[in-house]
């Protein structure tokens, strides 16, 4: 089946550690994206990719890094200057052209301890 | 800038019963608009969109139509199930130099509870 798989669902890690969740399609979409989810606040864009090796910083980009050095992948890297990364992160990917058809993944729950 | 607004949640209604969640957005330009659902422990799935004024956007018996002059999206059933006992997202995206990508704009989400 076709889709999004992120692993893994569930990361603890301790204050001052990099954490890298992946992200990996078989969609053959060319672009991808990262959102956070925190209670109340929605989603918010992180990073986003139109196409392989080319990223771009979302609305809330401090503390995070990705790459885009094949099609299918689009990793996040939470670094130690995230100064509140615990929330849930979601990738998703879209045709590119199209109007707004976001297709997910399950989501990865980060909690720093 | 661009923003969403829901209505408040968490909403519990019962079997059968009408549901209503309301969405209003501020946008530059001519956004299209959507609503997305998040089942427990799922990711986001499209449910229905809109992409230009009084369109009106369709699935699985939900219903919302684009009211450009008063900048709504209002997410409309007529009988909810207990299946649908979800968290409910509005969202908007803009079109730039006619392509668009999936930078959309999200409301903060409304939680849905449906009782037998």
């Known amino acids: 089946d076709g889709g999004i798989t992120q692993s893994p669902k569930y990361l603890f890690r301790k204050e001052g550690q990099n954490v890298t969740l992946s992200c990996e399609q078989n969609?053959?979409?060319?672009?991808m994206y990262w959102y956070r989810q925190d209670p109340g606040q929605g989603l918010r864009l992180i990073y986003y990719s139109q196409i392989v090796n080319d990223f771009q910083k979302g609305d809330i980009a401090e503390g995070y890094s990705v790459s885009r050095e094949k099609k299918e992948s689009f990793p996040l890297t939470v670094t130690s200057a995230q100064k509140n990364p615990t929330a849930f992160y979601l990738c998703a990917s879209s045709m590119g052209r199209d109007t707004g058809e976001l297709f997910f993944g399950e989501g990865s729950r980060l909690t720093v301890l | 800038g661009n923003s969403v607004t829901q209505m408040e949640g968490p909403v519990t209604l019962s079997e059968e019963a009408f549901l209503t969640i309301n969405c209003t957005y501020t946008a530059t330009g001519y956004p299209s608009l959507f609503w997305y659902v998040q089942y427990p422990g799922e990711g986001l799935q499209l449910l229905l969109k809109?992409?230009?004024?009084?369109d009106k956007g369709s699935n699985k018996g939900f219903e919302a139509t684009y009211r450009k002059e008063t900048t709504s999206f209002h997410l409309e059933k007529g009988s909810v199930q207990v299946s649908d006992s979800a968290v409910y997202f509005c969202?908007?995206?803009?079109?730039?130099?006619?392509?668009?990508?999936?930078?959309?704009?999200f409301g903060q989400g409304t939680i849905l509870t449906v009782h037998p």
């Open positions: 809109a992409t230009k004024a009084d």
């Open positions: 969609l053959n979409h060319d672009a």
């Open positions: 969202a908007l995206g803009l079109n730039a130099g006619g392509t668009s990508y999936g930078k959309l704009t």
